[in-house]
């Protein structure tokens, strides 16, 4: 006889992934979370809980997921399952720990992509390999990216992205694009005079193939033979119209990203924080850092972040390019495979390739930090 059970299905994605249409969109992740339900646990009930715009490094500031937290500590649901484990937390350390949790308060956790049913399938070698690798774009890409930022401060150059419109050259001077100068004032056009809106505007241009923001910086870095690694959507989303009607809007939003520099700057200056993630909603914005501050060090942050806003304190805004390393990954499988008998991995285990790949990247990504030390 089959069991039945209740069943909650954990989705998310993050401020980058929100315009994607691949295989980690909400709906694509709800697909394959309810055709797995329906083929493993047949009359079982599923509700669905969701985080957009959310850090997977943090679990404090998802409200989707702390909302179904509760129903897995009360026994409301018996199972938690997510497409993989990146969407259940890029975080090594708190991740096992909060895995830990809900298997002690008796759920059982399923990720569909990793092959893994805990704590049934209780290979905690290959889980804590999992979360290590989901780990790593988070935090070496911020610390990367902040070793940039200030090695181009020391340096007096130039860090501000220009907007769309414009391009800054090589005397380090806004310089207006015509082409898409063009396509401001057709927008303007259409919004002031045909009184179009901000949806229809933005499906006219997609209609029309007229390249979205993005795809014209992919075009001009590509022909300068320089690599582009952002995601690029061929369709022209509404806030981006938005963004270049609504000065006011424009305008707020200045000002919430700039305060949240201002806050992550100070954290980092007094106590070390890193800043791991940001989400720039329609009436708040939050940031998250990777050390829990207490009530006296949020009031202290306040009344600092203040006081820069008071003084009127100068902002650089950074936007630097992406550092490629190439790196011999030559006999890497061969350690994967030595790793992963030395760690009692079991042979069918082994024979996955995809697994042997992953703890390959993971032992180039340990030697080259290595090696930069």
């Given at each position: 006889?089959t069991?039945i059970?209740?069943i909650?299905?954990?989705v998310r994605?993050?401020?980058?992934?929100?315009?994607?249409?691949?295989?980690?969109s909400i709906?694509?992740?709800?697909?394959?979370?309810?055709d797995y339900v329906?083929?493993?646990?047949p009359?079982?009930?599923?509700?669905?809980y969701?985080?957009?715009?959310r850090?997977?490094?943090?679990?404090e500031q998802?409200?989707g997921?702390?909302?179904?937290?509760?129903?897995l500590v009360?026994?409301?649901y018996?199972?938690?399952?997510?497409?993989d484990?990146s969407?259940?937390?890029?975080?090594n350390?708190?991740?096992?720990v909060?895995?830990?949790?809900?298997r002690?308060?008796?759920v059982r956790?399923?990720?569909?992509?990793?092959?893994?049913d805990?704590?049934?399938?209780?290979?905690?070698l290959?889980i804590q390999f999992?979360?290590l690798?989901?780990?790593?774009?988070?935090?070496?890409?911020s610390k990367?990216?902040?070793?940039?930022?200030?090695?181009?401060?020391?340096d007096?150059?130039?860090?501000c992205?220009?907007?769309y419109g414009?391009?800054i050259?090589?005397?380090?001077?806004?310089?207006?694009?015509?082409?898409?100068?063009?396509?401001?004032?057709?927008?303007?056009?259409?919004?002031n005079?045909?009184?179009?809106g901000?949806?229809?505007i933005?499906n006219?241009l997609?209609?029309q193939?007229?390249?979205t923001p993005?795809m014209?910086?992919?075009?001009?870095k590509?022909a300068?033979?320089?690599?582009?690694?952002?995601?690029?959507n061929?369709a022209?989303?509404?806030?981006?119209?938005q963004?270049?009607l609504?000065a006011?809007?424009?305008?707020?939003?200045?000002?919430?990203?700039?305060g949240?520099?201002?806050?992550c700057g100070?954290?980092?200056?007094?106590?070390?924080?890193?800043n791991?993630g940001?989400h720039?909603?329609?009436?708040?914005?939050?940031?998250?850092l990777?050390?829990?501050?207490?009530?006296?060090?949020?009031e202290e942050?306040?009344?600092?972040?203040?006081?820069?806003?008071w003084?009127n304190?100068?902002?650089?805004?950074?936007y630097p390019d992406?550092?490629?390393?190439?790196y011999d990954?030559?006999?890497?499988s061969?350690l994967?495979?030595r790793?992963?008998?030395?760690?009692?991995?079991?042979?069918?285990?082994?024979r996955?390739?995809?697994?042997?790949?992953k703890?390959?990247a993971?032992?180039?990504l340990e030697?080259y930090?290595?090696?930069?030390?």
């Amino acid at each position: 006889m089959t069991s039945i059970y209740d069943i909650a299905g954990y989705v998310r994605i993050s401020v980058d992934d929100e315009q994607s249409k691949d295989n980690v969109s909400i709906e694509n992740q709800k697909a394959i979370i309810a055709d797995y339900v329906k083929t493993k646990f047949p009359g079982s009930s599923l509700t669905f809980y969701e985080d957009r715009d959310r850090s997977g490094y943090t679990f404090e500031q998802r409200e989707g997921y702390q909302a179904m937290r509760k129903g897995l500590v009360d026994q409301t649901y018996h199972i938690l399952i997510v497409k993989d484990f990146s969407r259940f937390s890029r975080r090594n350390s708190r991740g096992l720990v909060e895995l830990e949790e809900l298997r002690d308060a008796g759920v059982r956790i399923i990720s569909i992509g990793d092959g893994i049913d805990f704590p049934n399938d209780d290979d905690w070698l290959k889980i804590q390999f999992q979360f290590l690798i989901n780990e790593m774009p988070v935090t070496d890409t911020s610390k990367k990216v902040k070793n940039v930022i200030r090695r181009r401060q020391l340096d007096g150059e130039w860090i501000c992205a220009a907007p769309y419109g414009y391009i800054i050259n090589d005397c380090n001077e806004f310089e207006i694009v015509p082409t898409e100068a063009d396509i401001v004032r057709k927008i303007f056009h259409l919004y002031n005079v045909e009184g179009w809106g901000y949806k229809k505007i933005a499906n006219q241009l997609t209609e029309q193939g007229i390249p979205t923001p993005r795809m014209c910086e992919q075009m001009r870095k590509e022909a300068k033979n320089k690599p582009y690694n952002r995601k690029v959507n061929a369709a022209w989303a509404i806030v981006t119209v938005q963004g270049i009607l609504d000065a006011e809007e424009r305008f707020v939003r200045m000002q919430n990203h700039s305060g949240e520099h201002i806050l992550c700057g100070i954290a980092h200056a007094k106590w070390g924080a890193e800043n791991v993630g940001f989400h720039l909603g329609d009436r708040e914005m939050t940031m998250d850092l990777d050390i829990p501050l207490t009530e006296e060090q949020l009031e202290e942050l306040e009344l600092a972040g203040n006081r820069a806003v008071w003084a009127n304190t100068a902002i650089t805004a950074a936007y630097p390019d992406k550092e490629v390393v190439f790196y011999d990954e030559r006999f890497t499988s061969v350690l994967a495979h030595r790793a992963m008998i030395d760690g009692g991995m079991k042979k069918m285990a082994r024979r996955d390739k995809a697994v042997v790949d992953k703890i390959a990247a993971t032992i180039i990504l340990e030697d080259y930090l290595q090696y930069r030390q």
